[in-house]
C-alpha cells in the first residue's frame, strides 16, 4: 500500500504513521517528493491496513501498490531518481560515462585506460577485480590487488569506480573501495547477495541477467531497495535469443520501458550487449536517444590483447570517436554527456 501524506503533512506526521505501519507488521519506505509524501507500506497484504492507516493524521490516501515491485515503481516515487557516487552523476538530464577495461589487468593498464576515458569525458572508472568467466580456467581477476590499482586510478584521476561484487562474503572488501558495486548478470537472482549490497552505503550497478524478464530484474532491484538502499541504476546489458550474430540481443525498448514504469535511472552497456567493438559507437549513440540515463562501455589500451572481452573493447580512439558522436545525440536529447 502507499500512504499518501497531504501537502505540508508534518514530521511528526509522517513518523505516526510509519509508527502505525511498522506495527501492523509491515516494512516502511519514506520517499520525500517535490509535491508530497509517501509511505510505501510493504509486506503481505491485510484486510485491515487501508482502514487502520487512512484516519492517520495527515494522511491524503491510502491506495495500493498494483506493479509486483514496489519501492522501485513509479506510483510509489513518480520523479525520477538521480544517483550521484563521487564523480558519477547518472538521470537528471545528465548521462553518466562509465569506462574502463573488462578487467584490471595491471597498475599501468588501469592507470592509463582511466587517463584517456576521463580525457574523452568519461565520468566513472569501470573494472572487474573479481571476474565471473564462463570456465574456470580463464583469468579469474587480479582480486583485492585490482582493487588497490582502481583505487590508485580514482586518486589519480577523481573517476569513480565501478567494479563486480559477486559473493556475499566479498562485499564489505569489494564496498571498501568502490564507489558502485556492480552486481553481473550471472548474479542478478542471486538474492542473499542483493541484499548484501541493499546493507552498504554504496550505489549499485544492478545487470539484467542474461535470461530475465525486466520484472525479474525490476523485483531483483526491490531485494536491494527492501533493505534500505536506495541508490540503484539497473543496467540493460542484452539477453540470451535465437540471433548468433551478436553475443547477446540489445534491446533498447528496455530503456523506454523502464522509464514508464520505475524513477530508477537506466543505464544501457552495449560492449555487451553486441560484443562487437564495430557495433558499440551506433549501440552507445542509440542508447542515448532511447533516453537511457547511463552508459557502460569497454575500453582497453590494446583490445587485441585483453586478458578478457577484448573483442568489444573501444581502444582509446575509438572511445574518444564514440564520445564525440554521443554527445550529438544528448544535446538532440537536451542532455549532457558526462562530465
Ligand atoms: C562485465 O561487466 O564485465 C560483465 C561480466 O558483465 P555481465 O555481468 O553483464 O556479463
Ligand atoms: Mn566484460
Same mark, same amino acid.
Request: aromatic residues 4%; negative net charge.
Given at each position: 500500500?502507499?500512504?499518501?501524506?497531504?501537502?505540508?503533512?508534518?514530521?511528526?506526521?509522517?513518523?505516526?504513521?510509519?509508527?502505525?505501519?511498522?506495527?501492523?507488521?509491515?516494512?516502511?519506505?519514506?520517499?520525500?517528493?517535490?509535491?508530497?509524501?509517501?509511505?510505501?507500506?510493504? @509486506?503481505?497484504?491485510?484486510?485491515?491496513?487501508?482502514?487502520?492507516?487512512?484516519?492517520?493524521?495527515?494522511?491524503?490516501?491510502?491506495?495500493?501498490?498494483?506493479?509486483?515491485?514496489?519501492?522501485?515503481?513509479?506510483?510509489? %516515487?513518480?520523479?525520477?531518481?538521480?544517483?550521484?557516487? +563521487?564523480?558519477?552523476?547518472?538521470?537528471?538530464?545528465?548521462?553518466?560515462?562509465?569506462?574502463?577495461?573488462?578487467?584490471?589487468?595491471?597498475?599501468?593498464?588501469?592507470?592509463?585506460?582511466?587517463?584517456?576515458?576521463? %580525457?574523452?569525458?568519461?565520468?566513472?572508472?569501470? !573494472?572487474?577485480?573479481?571476474?565471473?568467466?564462463?570456465?574456470?580456467?580463464?583469468?579469474?581477476?587480479?582480486?583485492?590487488?585490482?582493487?588497490?590499482?582502481?583505487?590508485?586510478?580514482?586518486?589519480?584521476? !577523481?573517476?569513480?569506480?565501478?567494479?563486480?561484487?559477486?559473493?556475499?562474503?566479498?562485499?564489505?572488501?569489494?564496498?571498501?573501495?568502490?564507489?558502485?558495486?556492480?552486481? +553481473?548478470?550471472?548474479?542478478?537472482?542471486?538474492?542473499?547477495?542483493?541484499?548484501?549490497?541493499?546493507?552498504?552505503?554504496?550505489?549499485?550497478?544492478?545487470?539484467?541477467?542474461?535470461?530475465?524478464?525486466?520484472?525479474?530484474?525490476?523485483?531483483?532491484?526491490?531485494?536491494?531497495?527492501?533493505?534500505?538502499?536506495?541508490?540503484?541504476?539497473?543496467?540493460?546489458?542484452?539477453?540470451?535469443?535465437?540471433?548468433?550474430?551478436?553475443?547477446?540481443?540489445?534491446?533498447?525498448?528496455?530503456?523506454?520501458?523502464?522509464?514508464?514504469? /520505475?524513477?530508477?535511472?537506466?543505464?544501457?552497456?552495449?560492449?555487451? !550487449?553486441? @560484443?562487437?567493438?564495430?557495433?558499440?559507437?551506433?549501440?552507445?549513440?542509440?542508447?542515448?536517444?532511447?533516453? /537511457?540515463?547511463?552508459?557502460?562501455?569497454?575500453?582497453?589500451?590494446?583490445?587485441?590483447?585483453?586478458?578478457?572481452? @577484448?573483442?568489444?573493447?573501444?581502444?582509446?580512439?575509438?572511445?574518444?570517436?564514440?564520445?564525440?558522436?554521443?554527445?550529438?545525440?544528448?544535446?538532440?536529447?537536451?542532455?549532457?554527456?558526462?562530465?
Amino acid at each position: 500500500m502507499i500512504v499518501v501524506m497531504k501537502k505540508g503533512a508534518t514530521d511528526e506526521e509522517v513518523q505516526h504513521i510509519v509508527q502505525r505501519v511498522e506495527s501492523l507488521g509491515l516494512k516502511s519506505h519514506v520517499i520525500h517528493g517535490t509535491e508530497r509524501t509517501v509511505i510505501a507500506a510493504i @509486506g503481505e497484504k491485510r484486510e485491515q491496513t487501508k482502514e487502520s492507516l487512512i484516519s492517520g493524521a495527515g494522511v491524503a490516501d491510502v491506495v495500493p501498490i498494483l506493479a509486483p515491485y514496489k519501492v522501485a515503481s513509479l506510483e510509489v %516515487k513518480p520523479e525520477p531518481t538521480c544517483i550521484q557516487a +563521487g564523480s558519477l552523476v547518472v538521470g537528471a538530464g545528465t548521462v553518466g560515462v562509465i569506462a574502463g577495461p573488462c578487467s584490471v589487468e595491471s597498475e599501468e593498464q588501469i592507470l592509463s585506460t582511466a587517463e584517456a576515458v576521463k %580525457k574523452s569525458g568519461a565520468t566513472a572508472l569501470r !573494472g572487474g577485480a573479481f571476474k565471473p568467466r564462463t570456465s574456470p580456467y580463464s583469468f579469474q581477476g587480479l582480486k583485492e590487488k585490482g582493487l588497490q590499482f582502481l583505487a590508485n586510478a580514482r586518486d589519480a584521476t !577523481g573517476l569513480a569506480v565501478v567494479t563486480e561484487v559477486m559473493a556475499t562474503d566479498e562485499v564489505e572488501l569489494v564496498a571498501k573501495y568502490a564507489d558502485v558495486l556492480q552486481i +553481473g548478470a550471472r548474479n542478478m537472482q542471486n538474492y542473499r547477495l542483493l541484499e548484501a549490497v541493499g546493507n552498504t552505503d554504496r550505489a549499485v550497478l544492478l545487470k539484467r541477467g542474461a535470461s530475465a524478464t525486466i520484472d525479474e530484474l525490476l523485483l531483483a532491484a526491490e531485494y536491494i531497495l527492501n533493505e534500505g538502499n536506495s541508490q540503484v541504476m539497473l543496467c540493460e546489458r542484452g539477453i540470451r535469443t535465437f540471433e548468433s550474430h551478436t553475443r547477446f540481443t540489445l534491446p533498447l525498448a528496455t530503456v523506454v520501458y523502464l522509464r514508464q514504469k /520505475t524513477h530508477l535511472p537506466v543505464v544501457v552497456d552495449p560492449s555487451h !550487449g553486441t @560484443g562487437h567493438t564495430e557495433l558499440v559507437p551506433d549501440m552507445a549513440a542509440a542508447s542515448i536517444a532511447a533516453g /537511457t540515463d547511463g552508459l557502460i562501455l569497454e575500453v582497453h589500451p590494446n583490445p587485441e590483447e585483453a586478458l578478457s572481452d @577484448g573483442y568489444q573493447s573501444l581502444n582509446f580512439e575509438q572511445f574518444e570517436e564514440t564520445m564525440q558522436q554521443c554527445r550529438r545525440i544528448a544535446e538532440a536529447m537536451d542532455r549532457q554527456l558526462g562530465s
